[in-house]
């Protein structure tokens, strides 16, 4: 809403002013500017603004006045939307510091509640011994860029939405159910041969690499954060849950253990603990599987898988691609991994890692 400018407000303060010629050429410049111009006196007190001020501040603030001192505007905003007081604004730093602030984005209100942005630009005005008179703003109206810029924002927002809803409900559950049916091929394989395609285990996990790689990217494009490690690993015990209600599944986490870890060892120890549950289910017939998370030291990480089945001989246990994928994941993370098991018990498997 824009207030009427009074026609007299610029004859106003140059009706009787003593003004000596530079000081008049300099403020017929500011009149011809295409921005909002103001000065004010060593005090703050506003002593000339053009008409652009006024239509900026939605008011004309009376010339030399205490009410008035350093901004004519009603109200000002930071960016952020804190206030900033009259006496903290770029014009009052201007004159405390004599120093200029240039291209400062701040936020005007109008009597009428209308917010606008404004850059402004203040800087000392000095007299020929380099003494301190007084200050110039200058306001450029950004508003209308800003809005631009925002419609623009929010067009793509929702252009990257919309594709990350597309590769999520599309192509990334297409994904899911060729590897689950790959997986359900292996398995009835494996239980009819006694063996498995070692060649079919790699494609799988190919499948399963390029699936979690695009799970990332549509995180990436609606610029969301993936679930931090805890929320990964308490997502698969619902999963293991789900798969073996007759097994109870407990995550025991450490007060002090990180709930973030850096992206490849997170995602690592996450393949490791998902390998060990799936062994605990598919061979232990176990009633009862622990998770403990735990710092140890300074500097390591350890993940226990530990359940209560019928445990096996790790040194002759016909060694599948699932423990030696773990070994290998924790030897390039530059840990070490120890499997304990009691036939007719129980097994542990524990692996440490150093802190990434
Ligand atoms: N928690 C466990 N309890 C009992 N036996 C286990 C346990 N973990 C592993 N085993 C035994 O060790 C063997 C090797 O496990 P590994 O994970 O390497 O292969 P797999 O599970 O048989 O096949 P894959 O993981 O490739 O699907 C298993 O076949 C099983 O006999
Ligand atoms: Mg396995």
Redesign the pocket.
């Known amino acids: 809403m824009r207030q009427p400018v009074p026609e007299e407000i610029n004859q106003v303060h140059q009706a009787g002013s003593t003004l000596h010629d530079g000081e008049l050429h300099f403020r017929r410049l500011l009149e011809k500017l295409p921005a909002g111009a103001y000065t004010c006196d060593p005090e703050g007190l506003i002593t000339y603004f053009n008409q652009h001020a006024v239509r900026l501040w939605g008011r004309a603030p009376k010339l030399n006045d205490p009410v008035d001192r350093f901004c004519g505007s009603f109200k000002l905003f930071a960016v952020d939307g804190s206030p900033i007081a009259h006496n903290q604004c770029w014009m009052a730093l201007a004159l405390e510091s004599n120093e200029g602030y240039n291209k400062r984005e701040i936020v005007i209100e109008r009597p009428g509640g209308e917010r606008l942005s404004a850059l402004a630009h203040a800087n000392p005005i000095h007299d020929e011994s380099g003494n301190l008179i007084g200050a110039v703003n200058v306001l450029v109206d950004i508003t209308e860029r800003k809005r631009a810029e925002e419609e623009l924002r929010m067009v793509r927002e929702a252009e990257r939405s919309r594709i990350a809803r597309d590769l999520h409900d599309g192509v990334l559950q297409d994904l899911a159910a060729v590897v689950q049916g790959l997986e359900a091929a292996r398995m009835e394989q494996k239980t009819r041969f006694e063996g498995y395609d070692t060649d079919l285990?790699r494609e799988i996990d190919t499948l399963r690499q390029a699936a979690s790689k695009l799970r990332r990217a549509v995180y990436d494009l609606r610029s969301e954060k993936p679930p931090p490690f805890l929320q990964a690993i308490e997502s698969l015990v619902e999963v293991n849950l789900q798969r073996a209600p007759e097994c109870e599944v407990k995550l025991e986490v450490q007060d002090d253990f990180p709930h973030e870890i850096p992206d490849e060892t997170g995602r690592e120890l996450l393949r490791i603990v998902q390998?060990a549950l799936t062994?605990?289910r598919?061979?232990?017939e176990a009633r009862n599987v622990r998770i403990g998370l735990e710092v140890e030291g300074a500097d390591s990480l350890v993940v226990e898988v530990a359940?209560d089945?019928?445990?096996?001989n790790p040194a002759s246990?016909?060694?599948?691609?699932?423990?030696?994928g773990m070994r290998e994941r924790v030897s390039l993370l530059g840990g070490d991994m120890a499997i304990r098991s009691e036939i007719g018990k129980r097994?542990l498997v524990r692996v440490r890692v150093p802190c990434p």
Do not use: K, Q, W
Request: with cysteine; glycine share 20%.
């Open positions: 285990h390998e062994n605990a598919c061979h232990s359940d089945g019928l445990g096996f246990a016909d060694s599948g691609v699932g423990i030696e097994t």
